[in-house]
């Protein structure tokens, strides 16, 4: 009987001591995910601000030229500019690190930086041509290369919003993340004469 008083009191302590161990250690868990992933809120956020600052000036710009307000041979800076810019974004988006819910938020935005590259080195293509003395009949090219291209830099900055939202609605329980809003296909080439100024 003394030695059952002394196990069973020291017995229920372990188990306590254990359960108290297995709640600590939970908490702690919980408390690095919650910083994990307002870590990532914040990087993307702070990303896609500047992501949007640096695209909405090269696509103003752009426009201007595409409704033949500004020469073309005015946006080589801004272009060259703006595909620095857009390059360094993504090598910050590929290293962004949080929960596995954020995984594909980080893949949908280096994506989508990469296609606002491709938009920018359309419109450079376009603008090149049109800058040219001698055009030899590519007026056309030039121009369904600058409208692409400017569409394509519209439809990613659209999804890069997108794709902060959901990181913004990312929680400490690690639940998926909403699916991302399907991106519209990169504008297609046409050989449609554009708008007149005052249509668009």
Known sequence: M??????????????????????????????????????????????AARIDQSLDGAAGRIDAVRRQQSAAGTIGATIEAATDAISRYAEEARALHGPPAAEAIRDDLVAELERADRALAMVDHGATILAQTIRRGRELEAQTSIKRGYLNLVHAREAIHAHAARADALDATLAPAPPATPTPPEAPPTLREPRSDHTM
Do not use: D, K, Q, W
């Not at 372990?14 to 709640?23: E, N, P, S, T």
């Open 2 to 47: 003394t030695e059952l008083a002394i196990v069973l009191p020291l017995a229920a302590f372990l188990i306590l001591a254990m359960g108290f161990a297995i709640v600590l250690r939970r908490a702690g868990r919980i408390v690095a995910r919650t910083r994990e992933v307002e870590n990532f809120r914040s990087s993307v956020r702070e990303l």
